[in-house]
């Protein structure tokens, strides 16, 4: 096992500060885990699109609850919101303004996906550090 086991959790309200909020809470708490370089870099995008999506894309004011677990090199984050909707990983065209978020966390990410649970939707990453 490498490092020791690291979990916490930020809540932000869906607004338009959250993403930034989050993006750097998750760099700190990974950076005092050991994690760096490229895997801290990729947390860092991928839980910005994540919680922007929530911001765009949930109900506005509503909480978002930001998870990061450590455990044996892999970083994992969930982001959790009360839209309840169903997540959809498109391929934009290259010109298209809006609609890469997903594209980037299953091209960036080691593993990912969505739980749905009591009105809840959970959107999660997870980043190998080797």
Known sequence: MRGPRVHDELEVEAAPVAARTARHWVMQIAASA?????????????????????????????????????????LRVEVEDEGGGQPVLRRTEPTAAHGRGLALVDALASSWGTTHEAGRTTVWFEVDDS
């Open 34 to 74: 050991g994690i760096g370089g490229a895997a801290n870099q990729i947390a860092e995008l991928l839980t910005g699109e994540l919680v922007a999506n929530t911001v765009v894309h949930g109900p506005a004011g509503a909480p978002v609850v930001v998870r990061v677990d450590i455990q044996s090199g892999v």
